[in-house]
């Protein structure tokens, strides 16, 4: 039996999935299990390389999984994709199959078995999440102070630019995403007082005491990392999810204003009321779920 993490991913969607998966399968490698992660494109695999987990195989969509995956095999799912084309075709498939979700009120149809952020009261088909890597537990005694932002991995719609006033009102530093353009970045080193390049992605967020981020995963990962941490909110995240960023001491705005943001800052609360669940306990309960 092989184990599969299909995350999606591309220049619309990012990496946060992408690092979601490398997470799950380097807790589960520690346990003894192996698991194949498949990808939407080259660059992915690069990202994963570089965050410690090689040979990711490239796939075009959901419907190509069952190309790799064979009969009895596990596999995780973790996209945006429609899964209605094939989730009961899986679930029959693969034992077991999961799948990985932000939405807490997604219940279980065909028998597969949820990760997602808030298990319901007696729900033995779901698994809570997040999944942050152990790497980012490492508490930095040394920090610098100044604000890191970190939009996600691309900014199509040049939300920087059209909200530049904030971006020079505030002097922080840019942490680029994988699928930035070039041109763009000229653009925006006239903006932010630094620019950092993907490839220290990890390394920045343990060394910064504070960090400004729209990417869901990136709050997550940096409050893991004992940073402060506020959140941009995109209006359509679930509120039991929202409810449980709070409780990791993750505050949460709407705007982007230099006066909430900074207000933001002076009201995170640096203990919080709940710790991020370990990736090794989500690994260990994952492994209990698997037919090996």
């Keep these: 039996m092989a184990n599969y993490y299909y995350a999606y991913s591309g220049h619309k969607y990012g990496l946060d999935r992408v690092r979601r998966g490398v997470a799950l399968i380097k807790g589960l490698r520690e346990e003894g299990v192996e698991m194949q992660l498949l990808v939407n494109d080259f660059r992915a695999g690069l990202a994963a390389k570089e965050l410690g987990v090689e040979g990711a195989v490239t796939i075009e969509t959901i419907l190509d999984v069952d190309a790799m995956a064979q009969r009895g095999d596990s ?13 009961e075709q899986y679930a029959s498939e693969f034992e077991p199959l999961f799948c990985v979700t932000d939405r807490c009120d997604e219940a279980s149809r065909f028998g597969e078995i949820l990760l997602k952020p808030v298990c319901l009261e007696n729900e033995e088909q779901c698994i809570e999440t997040p999944l942050v890597d152990r790497d980012y537990f490492s508490q930095n005694a040394s ?14 719609d040049k939300v920087i630019l059209s909200e530049r006033e904030f971006f020079e009102s505030v002097e922080m530093d840019l942490l680029l995403g994988n699928y930035f353009f070039v041109k763009y970045e000229k653009v925006l080193s006239e903006i932010f007082h630094k620019l950092y390049e993907p490839e220290e992605y990890t390394e920045l967020l343990l060394a910064r005491s504070r960090v400004f981020t729209a990417s869901m995963q990136c709050a997550l990962e940096a409050r893991a990392a004992g940073a402060s941490v506020v959140y941009k909110r995109k209006g359509d995240e679930d509120a039991s999810l929202l409810k449980r960023l709070a409780e990791y001491g993750i505050i949460q705005i709407d705007l982007y204003d230099k006066e909430y943001l900074l207000n933001a800052f002076t009201l995170c609360d640096n203990n919080g009321k709940k710790g991020i669940k370990p990736i090794d306990k989500v690994a260990k309960e994952l492994i209990s779920r698997l037919s090996l």
Aim: negative net charge.
């Design 75 to 87: 596999v995780v799912l973790d996209t945006p994709e429609d899964i209605n084309l094939r989730l």
């Design 143 to 156: 920090r610098e102070e100044r604000i890191l932002f970190f939009l996600g991995d691309a900014d199509y």
